[in-house]
């Protein structure tokens, strides 16, 4: 398993955050995810032979924000 940190930009409410988390979560692979509204981050805990870190960034835009890789381990 692995674990990444994404900077997430355009959430506003708690209404963002749920469109945010499940949009991760419909990445297949994914185990966990925690969107942190005050900070503008996700957590997401995935299966890397299944999914990609493009992948998340690529669903956070598709649910209409913007994300970037803030780190991973």
């Known amino acids: 398993m692995a674990s990444l940190i994404l900077a997430v930009t355009g959430m506003h409410c708690g209404n963002c955050?749920?469109?945010?988390?499940?949009?991760?979560?419909?990445?297949?692979?994914?185990?966990?995810?925690?969107?942190?509204?005050e900070h503008g981050t996700a957590e997401v805990d995935f299966d890397p032979g299944r999914a990609a870190a493009?992948?998340?960034?690529?669903?956070?835009?598709?649910?209409?924000?913007?994300?970037?890789?803030?780190?991973?381990?």
Not at 17 to 27: D, I, N
Not at 54 to 73: L, M, N, T
Request: hydrophobic letters at 45%; charged letters at 20%.
């Open 17 to 37: 955050r749920q469109k945010v988390e499940q949009a991760l979560k419909r990445v297949a692979g994914t185990y966990g995810v925690n969107v942190d509204l």
């Open 54 to 73: 493009e992948q998340f960034v690529d669903a956070v835009a598709s649910a209409g924000y913007q994300a970037r890789i803030a780190g991973g381990a």
